[in-house]
Each structure stands twice: as C-alpha cells, then as structure tokens.
C-alpha cells in the first residue's frame, strides 16, 4: 500500500530535550515536505528536499532541522523544543511529475508534538 | 505576502449543496487545489484547476475565475461523511522542481447534520 509513515504520532516532552520526528515513504517520491498545522492557520511548511541531499526552507524553518539522505526517509529534527513547537506536523510527499503538470501531495497521518 | 481567505465554519444538513469560498493573494499563481481533512487524519486531495471554469468530480465540483482570483468548491448530495476541514491552496511556481509549491489557506469546517 501506498503510504507516507511519520513516528511518533504522538509526543509529550520537555523543553530543550532534543527530539526526531521520522517520515518514511513508499512510492519513489522525489519531493518531501513538512508541515505545521496550528488553528486558523492552515498548513505552513517548514522545509522541504527536491531530492537525496537536496533541502531548503519552508515559510517558518526557525528551530527545527531536516536530512535527506536516503530518498525514501524525510526526518525532522528539533534539537532544542520549545513550547511555541507544540503543534501537529504532517510530512507529505509527491512525484515531480511532467513539466506543468499538477501531481497531489500525499501526506502521512500527523504527529502531535507537546512541549512542556 | 500570501494570503487566502476562506469561511472558518459551515453548516449544512444532510442531502443539501454547500459552496465553501476561497480568495487569493498570492505572489504567483499557477493553480487551486481543494484537500480534505477529517478530524485527526491526514489531509487528502481532492481536486485542482489551473483554468477558469468547473472540474466535476462526482459530488464535488472546483471552481477557478482567475480575473477575480476567487475560488470555490461545491459538495452537493451532502452526507454525513463529509464533515470535515476543507482547505485551499495555490501553487505558487509553474515548475515542477520548485520547492514551496503550495501555500494553504487557514480551513473551512463543514458541519453536516442531519
């Protein structure tokens, strides 16, 4: 089945204790992307990798690191949490596709971060 | 900056059409996609247009009028099931190697009841 896999799916922590967030997909997908979702306003992305060992920042990258080094795993890293990370984070990937053409993003199920 | 505006809430009952808004301001456009998301899952896709007009697909239908950089979509025959968020966002770069390829508007929840 295709999927898009992020663990933990859910997390209480504590601030400044360093946590992984992991986001595997099965379909050869060339783009990954991760995003947070907070109320009222809709998905904002944090960084997101065109390829292995290709990755840049989103709208809103400040406290969180990504890797890319195998095209099937997207890992979000926050070395130092803080509170105003607590939040649901969804990774998504998608084919690139022809040239004009609109692909669909997949996303995985979400993590729930808390940081205390 | 982006932005788009879309109704935070909407109710309807079971068997009615609902159209759920969506405006735009956005540093480049290239198309409107419309994603699904019940609660506590994960956002799914549901349809997108690059050109003006209606993209039907079965009881839900896109609309696009890039002159007034407004869109909509419609869910007719409404069933329970659909109660969900419903969020637009534009593509913001015509390429495909692009990175931020979408910008999300803050989410639509419809209320079905019966």
């Known amino acids: 089945e295709a999927q898009v896999t992020q663990n933990p799916r859910y997390l209480i922590t504590v601030t400044g204790k360093k946590l992984t967030v992991t986001c595997s997909q099965n379909?050869?997908?060339?783009?990954m992307s991760w995003y947070r979702q907070d109320p009222g306003l809709g998905l904002r992305q944090i960084y997101y990798?065109?390829?292995?060992?290709?990755?840049d920042k989103g709208d809103v990258p400040e406290g969180y690191k990504v890797s890319r080094k195998e095209k099937r795993n997207f890992p979000l890293i926050l070395e130092s949490p803080s509170p105003n990370q607590t939040s649901l984070y969804f990774c998504?990937?998608?084919?690139?596709?022809?040239?004009?053409?609109?692909?669909?993003?997949?996303f995985g199920d979400g993590t729930r971060l808390s940081i205390l | 900056g982006q932005s788009l505006e879309q109704p935070s809430e909407v109710t309807a009952v079971e068997g009615a059409i609902v159209q759920i808004n969506c405006t735009y301001q956005?540093?480049?456009?290239?198309?409107l996609s419309w994603y699904q998301q019940h609660d506590g899952g994960a956002p799914t896709f549901l349809s997108y247009?690059?050109?003006?007009g209606l993209e039907e697909t079965g009881r839900f239908s896109s609309f696009l009028s890039r002159s007034d950089s407004y869109g909509y979509l419609l869910l007719q025959e409404l069933q329970m099931k659909d109660s969900a968020s419903y969020f637009c966002?534009?593509?913001?770069?015509?390429?495909?190697?692009?990175?931020?390829?979408?910008?999300f508007g803050g989410g639509t929840r419809l209320m079905v009841k019966p």
């Open positions: 998504a990937s998608k084919r690139q596709g022809p040239e004009g053409s609109n692909q669909p993003q997949h």
């Open positions: 379909m050869n997908h060339e783009y």
């Open positions: 990798s065109m390829n292995v060992e290709v990755t």
């Open positions: 956005t540093s480049g456009f290239y198309g």
């Open positions: 247009n690059a050109l003006d």
């Open positions: 966002a534009v593509r913001t770069s015509p390429y495909n190697n692009a990175g931020n390829m979408l910008t």
